[in-house]
C-alpha cells in the first residue's frame, strides 16, 4: 500500500501540474507542496506501521503466548486443551488475506475497552483513505486513457483539413474516453469485490513491480531525453540545478533493485507458497481445581509442549 501511495505521485502529478500556470513562482510553490505531501505520507507510514507492531502481535506463535490467547479451553480432570489459531496476528490476518487494521480494533476494543472509539476512528479514517486514494489515482487514469483516445484520434488524422473535421466529431471523442475509462473502472472494481485476496495480491507485487519499473525505466529515460534534442531548446521555468540533475542516476539503481526483488518474492511465494500454523496446546493440571486463570498463567511456560499442525 506504501508503494501505491508514495510512487503512485509520479501518474498524479502531469494530472495536478496541468493546472499550474506556467510561471517559476507557480511550478516552486507546487513542487514544495508535492515535497511536503510526500514526506507527510512518509511520517504517517512510519507512525502507522509503529504503532501496528507494537500493538497487534506479528506471528502466530507470539499470538498464542500472549494474554489474548484466541480458541476455546477444553477442562477435565486430567488436562486442558487449548486450540490457538492466532487470529489476533499479522501472520493469521496474512493467513486470510486481511488488512492489519482488522487485528487492530479488535484488540483495541478485547483489551482496551475504553478506547473503542480509537478503532471507529481508524475504520473512518481507513474509508476516507481508501476514497480519496480511488479518486485520485482513478482521476490520473482517466486523464491518461484520454490523452490515448487524443492521440490516437490525431494518428488518423493525417492532414489539417482531417483534424478539423475531427474537431466535429466530439461527441465520438467523449463517448470513446467515456467508455474506455468506464470500462477500466469496472474492471477494477469487479476485482475487487469477487477476490479481494487476489485484489491485495495485485495491489502488493503488480502494482509494485509496475511502478518501481515506471520509475525506475521510462521516468529515468524521459529526464535523459529531456536535455537532448528535439526537447533540449524548450523553455523551462524553473530548471532542475546541474547538482540535482545528477542524482537521477540513483533512481535506475533503487527503483530497479524493487523490482528484482519483488521478482524473486513472487517467484519464492510460488515455490515455496506460506503455511500459516495453529498451535495445539496440552496443559497437564495437577487437579480438577485448576482455575482458567491459573491456566491462561500457565500457557507461556509450557509452550515448550506446543505441537504445530498445518493448516491443509
Excluded at 467508455?179 to 469496472?186: D, H, K, R, V, Y
Excluded at 534534442?229 to 542516476?249: A, T
Aim: proline share 5%; with cysteine; glycine share 6%.
Amino acid at each position: 500500500m506504501g508503494t501505491v501511495a508514495l510512487g503512485g505521485v509520479c501518474n498524479t502529478m502531469p494530472y495536478t501540474f496541468e493546472k499550474v500556470p506556467f510561471k517559476k513562482k507557480p511550478i516552486f510553490n507546487y513542487r514544495l507542496a508535492v515535497q511536503l505531501g510526500l514526506w507527510t505520507c512518509v511520517l504517517l507510514n512510519i507512525l502507522w506501521c509503529w504503532a501496528v507492531l507494537d500493538i497487534v502481535p506479528q506471528t502466530i506463535e507470539m499470538a498464542c503466548s500472549s494474554r489474548t490467547i484466541s480458541g476455546q479451553l477444553y477442562l477435565n480432570s486430567t488436562s486442558v486443551t487449548d486450540v490457538c489459531r492466532g487470529e489476533l496476528s499479522l501472520e493469521g490476518a496474512a493467513s486470510k488475506g486481511e488488512i492489519s487494521t482488522i487485528p487492530l480494533t479488535k484488540l483495541l476494543q478485547l483489551d482496551h475497552p475504553n478506547f473503542t472509539w480509537v478503532a471507529v476512528l481508524i475504520e473512518v479514517f481507513i474509508v476516507v483513505s481508501i476514497s480519496v486514494s480511488y479518486l485520485t489515482i482513478g482521476t490520473a487514469l482517466h486523464h491518461t486513457l484520454s490523452g490515448i483516445v487524443v492521440s490516437f484520434n490525431m494518428r488518423k488524422s493525417a492532414s489539417t483539413m482531417s483534424r478539423i473535421k475531427n474537431k466535429k466529431k466530439f461527441p465520438k471523442e467523449w463517448l470513446a474516453k467515456t467508455g474506455l475509462s468506464m470500462a477500466a473502472f469496472t474492471i477494477v472494481f469487479v476485482v475487487a469485490m469477487l477476490d479481494p485476496e487476489g485484489f491485495v495480491d495485485i495491489l502488493e507485487k503488480l502494482v509494485s513491480f509496475t511502478l518501481n519499473t515506471e520509475v525506475g525505466v521510462f521516468i529515468f529515460l524521459m529526464l535523459i531525453f529531456a536535455r537532448k534534442e528535439p526537447f533540449k531548446h524548450l523553455e523551462i521555468p524553473l530548471p532542475v540545478s546541474k547538482c540535482l540533475y545528477r542524482l537521477i542516476y540513483l533512481l535506475p539503481l533503487f527503483f530497479n533493485f524493487a523490482v528484482f526483488y519483488d521478482i524473486y518474492s513472487t517467484i519464492a511465494d510460488i515455490v515455496n507458497p506460506r503455511q500459516y500454523p495453529s498451535i495445539l496446546i496440552n496443559i497437564s493440571l495437577p487437579g480438577i481445581n485448576t482455575t482458567g486463570s491459573d491456566i491462561l498463567s500457565n500457557v507461556t511456560g509450557n509452550l515448550s509442549t506446543t505441537t504445530v499442525a498445518h493448516h491443509t
